[in-house]
C-alpha cells in the first residue's frame, strides 16, 4: 500500500478537479476510441464514470505489454516465478496489510453542488505536498490558509465541507448471507501484491526456489479513486503487473539497486526514450520503507508515476504472520540463518503501461499536403504484425494468392487482411495502428511469386520471395 502526494510546480488559482489535459491528450483519447483501441465504458447507457473498455487492437496492445512484461519478470530470470491469485481474499488480509485502517485520501464536497474531491491533488496543483504523515487537521489547516486560491470546478463557489477521509477499498457483498459480513466485509483487492504475500509460503513449499527469488503477478486491482482522470491514468478499475523479490535483510538495499537499474532498462526495452523517463524519490516514507522511488512518465499532462520500486523491509510478512498467527521466517538450509524476508517491490500498472506507449508512439508526419498518423510500436508490441492486401479486389487470381499467404502468416502473427479501398488508403490505416509490415500481392507475384513489403516507419518498399517471406518476418518481429 502507498498512498503518497508529490510537491509540483506552483500555480495561482486552481479549479478543483481541473484536468489538465492538451492537445496531444485529446488527440489520443479521441484515437483511441475511433481506432478501436480504448472505448469509455457502457457508453451506450450515458457512461460510467472512470472506467475504460479496450477495444480490438487495445486488447492486442494490452496483451503484448502483458506478455513482454512477464518475459522480462519470469521468462528471462532464473529465480522469479508466476501467480495468479484470487481477487477475493480472507478481509484479516486487508486489515493485516493496513489498508482498511489506512488506505484513504482526504476528500472535501462543494457545500453548494456537492461536487466531491480530493484535497491532496489540489494542494499538489498549488505546489503543496500533502503527504500521508500530514494529520487530517494539517491538511484542513493548509487547505484553509490557501482557500481564496480555490474554487469548485463545477459551480465556482469556495464554501467547502470539513475534510475526511475517504477509504479506497472497494466492498463487495460476496458472502453477506454469513453472520461475520457485517463484521467483516469481503473487498475486491486493492492491489494485487497481497496475493503474493499469503503464498509466499507455498511457493516456497512446493518449489525449489531460495532467498533471493521472487513471486510475480499480473491481475485487476480496485479502488474508489475519488477523482479520477486524466483518461486510463486513474482509474477504478485497472491492472498491475507486480513482482514482490523476498531478500535477506542484509541484502536488502544491494538488491534494489539492482532492481531499479532491471526496471529502468525494461522501459527503454519497451521503446521508450530515456528523455521521456525520469526518477522521483520519495521525501517522506512510511515507517517501514527503507527507500522509494517511482520511474515516471512524461505523459501529455507531465511526468507522474509510471511504476514505483520500493524496499519495503520485512513489514507486509510481518503483519500477515502476525495476523494470520503463521511463522512466515524463512531458514537458509547452508547458514541454518533464520529471518523473516524483507521485501522489494515493483509494481507498474497495465493501463499507465499502455497510456505511455500511446503517447511516445503516436505520431503525425507531413508527407506532401497531407498528414501521416503512424503509432510507431516496437514490431512485438504492435496489435497487428502484417496487413496482407491483394492489389486488386476484383482480381480473383490475385485475391486468392493473397488469403493463402495470409491464411500462413496467421499462424505465427496476427494478421490482418484488407481489399478495401486503394493501396494508399490501406497503407495510412495500418500506419495509424501500428503494424509494421504490409505485404501487398500484385501481378509480379502470380508471375515471380514475390510479393511487395513496405515498411511502417520508412515507407520503402521491397519485393521478397513468398517462400523467403517468414524467415524475413522471423528476423524482424
Ligand atoms: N503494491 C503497491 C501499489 O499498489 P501504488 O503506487 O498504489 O502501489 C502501483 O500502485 C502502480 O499501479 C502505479 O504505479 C500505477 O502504475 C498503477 N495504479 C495505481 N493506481 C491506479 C489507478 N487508479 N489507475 C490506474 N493505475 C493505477
Same mark, same amino acid.
Given at each position: ?266 522501459? $527503454?526495452?519497451?521503446?521508450?526514450? &530515456? ?9 517522506? /516514507? *512510511?515507517?517501514? #520503507?527503507? %527507500? ?88 512485438? $508490441?504492435?496489435?497487428?504484425?502484417? &496487413? ?9 487470381? /490475385? *485475391?486468392?494468392? #493473397?488469403? %493463402? ?73
Amino acid at each position: 500500500m502507498a498512498k503518497k502526494t508529490k510537491s509540483k510546480s506552483t500555480k495561482s488559482v486552481k479549479s478543483v478537479n481541473s484536468i489538465e489535459t492538451n492537445e496531444k491528450m485529446s488527440k489520443i483519447i479521441s484515437f483511441a476510441k475511433r481506432r478501436g483501441f480504448v472505448f469509455p465504458s457502457s457508453e451506450i447507457y450515458g457512461g460510467f464514470s472512470s472506467i475504460y473498455d479496450y477495444g480490438p487492437y487495445g486488447v492486442e496492445l494490452l496483451n503484448n505489454i502483458k506478455k513482454f512484461w512477464w518475459k522480462h519478470m519470469i521468462q528471462l530470470r532464473d529465480n522469479i516465478i508466476g501467480l495468479d491469485s484470487a481477487i477475493f481474499m480472507h478481509p484479516k488480509i486487508w486489515e493485516a496489510s493496513g489498508h482498511v485502517a489506512g488506505f484513504s485520501d482526504p476528500l472535501a464536497e462543494c457545500k453548494k453542488c456537492h461536487f466531491r474531491f480530493r484535497v491532496d491533488t489540489l494542494l499538489e496543483e498549488l505546489g503543496f505536498s500533502a503527504d500521508e504523515k500530514m494529520s487530517l487537521g494539517q491538511i484542513e489547516k493548509l487547505f484553509r490558509k490557501n482557500i481564496d486560491k480555490i474554487k469548485c470546478s463545477k459551480c465556482g463557489s469556495n464554501e467547502f465541507t470539513e475534510i475526511k477521509k475517504f477509504n479506497l477499498l472497494v466492498q463487495s457483498n460476496l458472502g453477506n448471507f454469513s453472520s461475520d459480513f457485517e463484521k467483516e466485509p469481503v473487498y475486491l483487492r486493492g492491489e494485487t501484491c497481497q496475493g503474493i504475500y499469503v503464498n509466499y509460503k507455498n511457493v516456497l513449499d512446493s518449489t525449489r526456489v531460495k532467498i533471493p527469488f521472487g513471486i510475480a503477478q499480473i491481475g485487476k486491482a480496485f479502488r474508489n479513486e475519488i477523482t479520477a482522470r486524466q483518461f486510463i491514468f486513474r482509474t477504478r478499475e485497472f491492472e498491475q503487473m507486480e513482482m514482490q523479490y523476498f531478500v535477506n535483510p542484509k541484502s536488502e538495499m544491494e538488491e534494489y539497486e539492482k532492481l531499479k537499474e532491471y526496471r529502468w532498462q525494461y522501459y $527503454l526495452d519497451l521503446g521508450i526514450k &530515456a528523455k521521456n523517463l525520469k526518477w522521483y524519490k520519495h521525501k517522506n /516514507l *512510511v515507517f517501514y #520503507a527503507k %527507500e522509494a522511488y517511482d520511474i515516471e512518465y512524461n505523459f501529455p499532462f507531465g511526468f507522474k508515476e509510471l511504476e514505483g520500486i520500493h524496499a519495503r523491509g520485512d513489514y507486509d510478512l510481518k503483519q500477515h504472520s502476525k495476523f494470520s498467527g503463521k511463522d512466515l521466517s524463512y531458514t537458509d538450509a547452508t547458514t541454518s540463518e533464520k529471518y523473516i524476508p524483507h521485501v522489494i517491490e515493483s509494481s507498474a500498472g497495465v493501463g499507465r503501461t499502455f497510456l505511455a506507449l500511446m503517447t511516445e508512439a503516436y505520431t503525425e508526419e507531413k508527407i506532401d499536403n497531407d498528414i501521416r498518423v503512424v503509432l510507431k510500436l516496437l514490431p512485438e $508490441l504492435a496489435p497487428i504484425k502484417i &496487413a496482407v492486401f491483394p492489389l486488386l479486389k476484383n482480381k480473383p487470381e /490475385l *485475391v486468392k494468392k #493473397a488469403s %493463402e499467404i495470409f491464411n500462413e502468416l496467421r499462424k505465427l502473427y496476427m494478421c490482418e487482411f484488407d481489399d478495401n479501398g486503394n493501396i494508399g488508403k490501406r497503407y495510412r490505416r495500418q500506419d495509424e495502428i501500428g503494424t509494421p509490415y504490409c505485404v501487398t500481392v500484385d501481378f509480379d507475384t502470380l508471375e515471380k511469386n514475390e510479393v511487395t513489403v513496405r515498411d511502417r516507419d520508412t515507407m520503402k518498399q521491397e519485393k521478397i520471395k513468398i517462400e523467403n517471406l517468414i524467415d524475413y518476418f522471423k528476423l524482424r518481429i
